[in-house]
């Protein structure tokens, strides 16, 4: 009997699952291809407090990925009452 497909199989579903419990990435990782599209200025000149301004300011052009990073990061408000 050949055990390879169902090693293959234990292999992959090994990998989709620690991907889906896998921390989501950082605002840096995810939003370093939105920073240079949006803020190519503040970007070039290396000025991390000028870049998130930026791109905090233009959060609504940036990649899916980088506003759920940010959304991820945000406070969460307090319940009313």
Same mark, same amino acid.
């Given at each position: 009997?050949?055990?390879?497909?169902?090693?293959?199989?234990?292999?992959?579903?090994?990998?989709?699952?620690?991907?889906a419990?896998?921390?989501?990435?950082?605002?840096?990782?995810?939003?370093?291809?939105? !920073?240079?599209?949006? *803020?190519p200025?503040?970007? $070039?000149?290396?000025?991390?407090?000028? =870049?998130? +301004?930026?791109?905090?300011?233009?959060?609504?052009? !940036?990649?899916?990925? *980088?506003?759920?990073?940010? $959304?991820a990061?945000?406070?969460?408000? =307090?319940? +009313?009452?």
């Amino acid at each position: 009997m050949n055990t390879y497909p169902a090693i293959a199989l234990a292999f992959a579903v090994a990998l989709v699952s620690a991907a889906a419990w896998a921390d989501p990435p950082s605002p840096q990782q995810a939003c370093q291809s939105s !920073a240079r599209q949006l *803020c190519p200025k503040e970007v $070039a000149a290396m000025d991390r407090q000028a =870049a998130k +301004a930026c791109l905090l300011k233009n959060l609504a052009k !940036a990649t899916p990925e *980088c506003r759920a990073a940010i $959304a991820a990061r945000m406070p969460k408000p =307090a319940p +009313a009452g």
